[in-house]
């Protein structure tokens, strides 16, 4: 749906993206992740038809960005970094604005408001001005103006940034609820997100394409790992020990009376551990899986450099 | 066309709907009927002084004595407020980020550019209409030439026109309105005493100064006469400087 072909946008002498490549595919939510001033937002404002790409190609839903722009921007909605508001408008006002110069017809504009009001959970402010609303409801009106116009494709630059914890989580579980018949890219520094949100990920830093792929694929070929974390009430010492001499363990750690037992990616040894440590009569009590370490791995892609 | 008319109903409902078009067209009232109810004031001590004299009697003219006058007052009021006018029109955009909206759009910079200008010179035909009312009063009262109020009116708007795309484009200059609304000004006093500078030129430079200058081409208007040269002038400052507003605005790709 999304395809980018060794991208680059020079800033006078600044780098700001180079040879980046990268495709999404339909249906999905794709994050853009990197650390600030990775070159989130130029590709972003690339891929929308504000910047051009000084050397690359990119196309949305099988239109070129540059060759037809009108094409591409009827067909995707956009919330850039700083949400485009109007504040002397009300809500309505504003987002009537909005679905004209996306061209929804006349006749479905009406339609178009209620649709993206009761989607985006508008409804009691409909009628105020927006320098008059909250920063939590400014952010909802910026991801209603984006889908105003049901757009196949939806781009949205850190659609959660600065808002308090319950608003992060509605604003993604309505990001969630698009999936499938949007194709959502969304940015962000926070690992989290992709984490909750994605379906995969492009990582990028100094402009650089670092990894991209699903969240699985990645973990995989990047060297992820998976593990247990066990309790037990006896034999702590012997049992790290014991542990470690398991073939296929990388490293065992202890803390606080839990041991984590950590392995290669794809080598369930949850099996070996169990049985080992009720052989041994050490008082098994508890026993669950680690969560794929993606900090971890976005830390170490981030700083590896692109020999990576 | 469609798209030109979106943009420009959303301007102008901004200009009317905050504050700016009622303190521009209040205060530009205000300046015009004090310089009309001097000059009235005028022209009607003259008129009793010339009176006593059946030849002076014959000469005397209420459009060459009041709308002349008034009409170049007007012109130095609209240099003064129209690029306060003007200065909000790209720079708030740049400023508040809004500009990515517009440019993500489905809608050609040449769009955006039309629908701003035409908010603009509605809101320039409102002021003239408004002070257009007070030639009721000379009608009533006298018998002025109307065909030569309608050239002067005509000649400010064209004028007015000209000063907004000037306007337009040091607007998509800059983020600050403050330094589009210097910048205007200043450009467009230049323009207005370029003239000044042809009385010290010689050859071609003094046809060219004199010709590009705007009060030059303004003088004719307010007695009335309205000459193709000076039609074709306004346009063609106004069409210009729509062309580098726009050449402005696509060159956000070379930087």
């Given at each position: 749906m999304i395809e980018v072909e060794h991208l680059a946008k020079k800033y006078g002498e600044l780098m700001a993206v180079r040879d980046l490549s990268f495709t999404v595919e339909k249906g999905k939510i794709w994050g853009l992740l990197g650390p600030n001033a990775a070159g989130k937002t130029t590709t972003m404002r690339i891929l929308t038809g504000f910047l051009p790409a000084t050397e690359g190609r990119a196309s949305v839903a099988g239109f070129d960005v540059f060759e037809k722009p009108?094409?591409?921007?009827?067909?995707?909605?956009?919330?850039?970094?700083?949400?485009?508001?109007?504040?002397?408008?009300?809500?309505?006002?504003?987002l009537t604005f909005v679905a004209a110069i996306k061209q929804v017809p006349r006749s479905k504009r009406k339609e178009a408001l209620g649709q993206a009001i009761e989607v985006s959970g508008l409804a009691s402010v409909k009628n105020r001005l927006i320098e008059n609303i909250s920063r939590g409801f400014k952010q909802r009106v910026g991801i209603a103006q984006a889908l105003i116009h049901d757009p196949q494709i939806l781009i949205l630059d850190e659609p959660t940034i600065g808002l308090d914890p319950a608003q992060i989580k509605e604003i993604r579980d309505l990001i969630k609820s698009l999936r499938g018949e949007h194709t959502i890219m969304l940015s962000t520094h926070i690992l989290a997100e992709v984490t909750q949100t994605c379906d995969g990920v492009v990582i990028i830093n100094e402009g650089r394409l670092m990894a991209s792929g699903s969240l699985e694929e990645l973990t995989t070929s990047f060297g992820g790992k998976e593990g247990i974390i066990i309790k037990l009430r006896t034999g702590h010492d012997e049992a790290v020990s014991s542990f470690q001499a398991i073939p296929g363990v990388s490293r065992v750690s202890r803390q606080d009376g839990e041991l984590t037992v950590e392995w290669v990616w794809g080598k369930d040894l949850r099996e070996t551990v169990s049985r080992l440590a009720v052989e041994r009569g050490w008082g098994l009590l508890e026993m669950r899986p680690v969560a794929i370490n993606i900090e971890d791995l976005y830390l170490r892609i981030v700083s590896g450099g692109a020999g990576q | 066309?469609?798209?030109?008319?979106?943009?420009?109903?959303?301007?102008?409902?901004?200009?009317f709907t905050s504050p700016i078009a009622y303190v521009v067209i209040c205060v530009f009232l205000v300046l015009v009927g004090f310089f009309f109810y001097s000059a009235i004031w005028w022209f009607n001590s003259q008129a009793i002084q010339m009176a006593q004299n059946p030849y002076y009697y014959q000469q005397i003219n209420i459009n060459q004595m009041v709308y002349a006058p008034l009409f170049h007052n007007m012109s130095i009021i609209l240099l003064l407020m129209l690029p306060l006018l003007t200065m909000r029109l790209f720079a708030e955009e740049k400023k508040t980020g809004t500009d990515e909206l517009l440019f993500t759009s489905p809608v050609h910079v040449v769009q955006v550019i039309l629908g701003k200008y035409l908010a603009a010179l509605v809101v320039l035909a409102a002021m003239l209409g408004l002070a257009g009312l007070l030639s009721v009063f000379t009608f009533l009262w006298g018998n002025p030439e109307l065909v030569q109020i309608l050239n002067g009116y005509l000649g400010l708007f064209l004028m007015g026109a000209s000063f907004i795309a000037a306007g337009l484009f040091f607007s998509s200059l800059t983020k600050n309105q403050i330094v589009a609304a210097i910048l205007t000004f200043g450009a467009l006093l230049l323009f207005w005493i370029l003239n000044w500078a042809s009385y010290s030129a010689t050859g071609i430079w003094k046809d060219v100064l004199n010709y590009l200058s705007i009060f030059q081409h303004f003088d004719g208007m307010t007695s009335g006469i309205l000459d193709t040269t000076d039609v074709v002038y306004y346009l063609s400052f106004s069409f210009f400087a729509l062309f580098l507003t726009h050449s402005v605005i696509q060159s956000r790709r070379w930087r």
């Amino acid at each position: 749906m999304i395809e980018v072909e060794h991208l680059a946008k020079k800033y006078g002498e600044l780098m700001a993206v180079r040879d980046l490549s990268f495709t999404v595919e339909k249906g999905k939510i794709w994050g853009l992740l990197g650390p600030n001033a990775a070159g989130k937002t130029t590709t972003m404002r690339i891929l929308t038809g504000f910047l051009p790409a000084t050397e690359g190609r990119a196309s949305v839903a099988g239109f070129d960005v540059f060759e037809k722009p009108n094409e591409v921007k009827k067909i995707t909605g956009y919330l850039p970094e700083v949400i485009p508001l109007y504040t002397e408008m009300t809500v309505s006002e504003y987002l009537t604005f909005v679905a004209a110069i996306k061209q929804v017809p006349r006749s479905k504009r009406k339609e178009a408001l209620g649709q993206a009001i009761e989607v985006s959970g508008l409804a009691s402010v409909k009628n105020r001005l927006i320098e008059n609303i909250s920063r939590g409801f400014k952010q909802r009106v910026g991801i209603a103006q984006a889908l105003i116009h049901d757009p196949q494709i939806l781009i949205l630059d850190e659609p959660t940034i600065g808002l308090d914890p319950a608003q992060i989580k509605e604003i993604r579980d309505l990001i969630k609820s698009l999936r499938g018949e949007h194709t959502i890219m969304l940015s962000t520094h926070i690992l989290a997100e992709v984490t909750q949100t994605c379906d995969g990920v492009v990582i990028i830093n100094e402009g650089r394409l670092m990894a991209s792929g699903s969240l699985e694929e990645l973990t995989t070929s990047f060297g992820g790992k998976e593990g247990i974390i066990i309790k037990l009430r006896t034999g702590h010492d012997e049992a790290v020990s014991s542990f470690q001499a398991i073939p296929g363990v990388s490293r065992v750690s202890r803390q606080d009376g839990e041991l984590t037992v950590e392995w290669v990616w794809g080598k369930d040894l949850r099996e070996t551990v169990s049985r080992l440590a009720v052989e041994r009569g050490w008082g098994l009590l508890e026993m669950r899986p680690v969560a794929i370490n993606i900090e971890d791995l976005y830390l170490r892609i981030v700083s590896g450099g692109a020999g990576q | 066309m469609r798209n030109i008319g979106i943009i420009a109903r959303k301007e102008v409902k901004t200009y009317f709907t905050s504050p700016i078009a009622y303190v521009v067209i209040c205060v530009f009232l205000v300046l015009v009927g004090f310089f009309f109810y001097s000059a009235i004031w005028w022209f009607n001590s003259q008129a009793i002084q010339m009176a006593q004299n059946p030849y002076y009697y014959q000469q005397i003219n209420i459009n060459q004595m009041v709308y002349a006058p008034l009409f170049h007052n007007m012109s130095i009021i609209l240099l003064l407020m129209l690029p306060l006018l003007t200065m909000r029109l790209f720079a708030e955009e740049k400023k508040t980020g809004t500009d990515e909206l517009l440019f993500t759009s489905p809608v050609h910079v040449v769009q955006v550019i039309l629908g701003k200008y035409l908010a603009a010179l509605v809101v320039l035909a409102a002021m003239l209409g408004l002070a257009g009312l007070l030639s009721v009063f000379t009608f009533l009262w006298g018998n002025p030439e109307l065909v030569q109020i309608l050239n002067g009116y005509l000649g400010l708007f064209l004028m007015g026109a000209s000063f907004i795309a000037a306007g337009l484009f040091f607007s998509s200059l800059t983020k600050n309105q403050i330094v589009a609304a210097i910048l205007t000004f200043g450009a467009l006093l230049l323009f207005w005493i370029l003239n000044w500078a042809s009385y010290s030129a010689t050859g071609i430079w003094k046809d060219v100064l004199n010709y590009l200058s705007i009060f030059q081409h303004f003088d004719g208007m307010t007695s009335g006469i309205l000459d193709t040269t000076d039609v074709v002038y306004y346009l063609s400052f106004s069409f210009f400087a729509l062309f580098l507003t726009h050449s402005v605005i696509q060159s956000r790709r070379w930087r």
